[in-house]
């Protein structure tokens, strides 16, 4: 089966997480990656984190599949020839260095249009243009200065990170769209682009209800968080909101059977509009559902406590599977706090292609994400990630089409 990117080559020069993230995408969809190492250094990731001596990490492993490794220093002078050469045979390049680091090595963005116009440059940095543009920026950062730490936590407690990388993963998501976004631009123009994702612009964009909520705040209290129904006056900022959904459907975070000593066994319970009566009958309140206290959602939102409180006295009396089971029937929007053990073991997750076991040569059989967009036509089959400098001969010889002799030369000059 041929593959959405089938033909489109990669000069990929990520490293850590967010650049990664997004080539890999690219890969999975069919790209020809070629991940440009350091010779005998290589990706920092490969080394950090080890858990299995001697075997790249399972952060390198988990970032890098579908891709060909070539050692290159691209800042000696066989190197930067060996550098051209690949910018003119690849359709796009993808980096995420240190802002200013490419254009140190001689390979900014007005170089590169002379050795391939057709080319597109793909950058993550931290921050877009403006004050901090030249700062370095990693995952928590992002999440601090894209606005989602300041509204995550509990209301009396310091702000928190989440566990998932919105601001590298994120950032490479969206690095991913812009890119083929310009291979589609690129038909009718013939020319590449440059295209900037920022780290910080990346993360207030997935925050944007956090934003609207900023804006509501000068037209009166937030009334779907539950400190208005608590009677605890708002700040000039969104505040944090715990588990609240903030949003027009209510919903929370409530114990199941077995809390007391299994820290996941809790459900989200959203007390959507449309199924309230059905929700007042699961939960044994039925005169809940004409009362003029209860039965419209502005009534309800000066009660939410009270309202949670009586939910989570009937979860609690099942387990999150069970609430599920019998909430599903009903359309009452419900989701268990799944673990990772929990989604590593889940067959269906397995069937679909999202989570992949694959082979490495140097560490066994380990679990990976796989790609969590489905195209009806492209499979895709997700494959090891390459050794550091796996490739670099083949790639010297098929991509860059070099001689015997030259990739001997090459080799001796210890540029790969
Ligand atoms: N040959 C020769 N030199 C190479 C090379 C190669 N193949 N690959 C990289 N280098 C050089 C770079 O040119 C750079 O050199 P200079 O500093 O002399 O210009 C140097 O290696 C280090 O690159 P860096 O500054 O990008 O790396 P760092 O470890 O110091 O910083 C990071 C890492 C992530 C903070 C920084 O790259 C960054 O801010 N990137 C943009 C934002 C981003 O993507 N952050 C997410 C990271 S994941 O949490």
């Not at 020069?13 to 010779?39: M, N, Y």
């Not at 002078?77 to 090595?105: H, I, Q, S, Y």
């Not at 499979?379 to 490739?391: C, I, M, N, Q, W």
Request: proline share 5%; charged share 25%; glycine share 10%.
């Amino acid at each position: 089966m041929s593959k959405a990117l089938d033909g489109i080559r990669i000069l990929d020069f990520t490293h850590v997480q967010s650049g990664p993230t997004c080539t890999q995408l690219l890969a999975w969809l069919g790209a020809d990656v070629i991940k440009v190492e350091r010779p005998g250094v290589g990706d920092a990731t490969r080394k950090q984190l080890v858990d299995v001596e001697g075997a790249d990490s399972l952060y390198f492993t988990m970032l890098n599949h579908n891709k060909r490794s070539l050692t290159l220093n691209s800042k000696s002078e066989t190197g930067k020839r060996v550098l051209e050469r690949l910018v003119k045979k690849c359709d796009v390049l993808v980096e995420n260095f240190a802002p200013g680091a490419l254009d140190r090595m001689g390979f900014g963005w007005e170089r590169i249009q002379e050795l391939n116009p057709r080319m597109i440059m793909a950058s993550i940095k931290g921050f877009g243009p403006g004050p901090y543009e030249n700062c370095k920026v990693y995952e928590n950062v992002a999440q601090c200065v894209g606005g989602a730490a300041s509204t995550t936590g509990f209301r009396d407690d310091v702000p928190i990170v989440t566990g998932a990388q919105i601001g590298d993963s994120g950032t490479g998501l969206n690095l991913a769209l812009g890119i083929t976004a310009a291979l589609l631009q690129r038909e009718k123009t013939g020319r590449g682009q440059r295209v900037l994702a920022a780290m910080q612009d990346g993360v207030l964009n997935l925050c944007r209800v956090k934003l609207r909520d900023q804006q509501r705040l000068q037209h009166g209290p937030l009334k779907e968080y539950s400190q208005f129904g608590e009677g605890i006056e708002f700040g000039d900022a969104t505040p944090r909101a715990a588990n609240d959904s903030g949003g027009g459907q209510p919903g929370r975070i409530l114990k199941c059977k077995g809390w007391e000593s299994d820290p996941n066994a809790y459900t989200y319970f959203i007390t959507q509009v449309a199924v309230w009566q059905k929700i007042c009958g699961v939960i044994g309140k039925p005169e809940w559902k004409e009362h003029p206290d209860y039965a419209t959602p502005p009534a309800r939102l000066t009660r939410l406590n009270e309202i949670f409180g009586a939910i989570e006295a009937w979860t609690m009396t099942k387990t999150k599977f069970e609430v599920m089971d019998i909430c599903n029937p009903l359309d009452i929007p419900v989701g268990p706090i799944l673990s990772m053990k929990e989604i590593a073991e889940e067959p269906s997750l397995r069937e679909t292609g999202t989570i992949v076991e694959v082979e490495h040569p140097q560490r066994g059989s380990y679990l990976t994400v796989g790609c969590p967009i489905k195209l009806s036509d492209t499979e895709v089959e997700v494959t090891r990630s390459p050794l550091l400098g796996e490739h670099t001969e083949e790639i010297l010889a098929e991509v860059l089409e070099y001689s015997v002799d030259e990739i001997a030369e090459i080799k001796e000059s210890g540029a790969v």
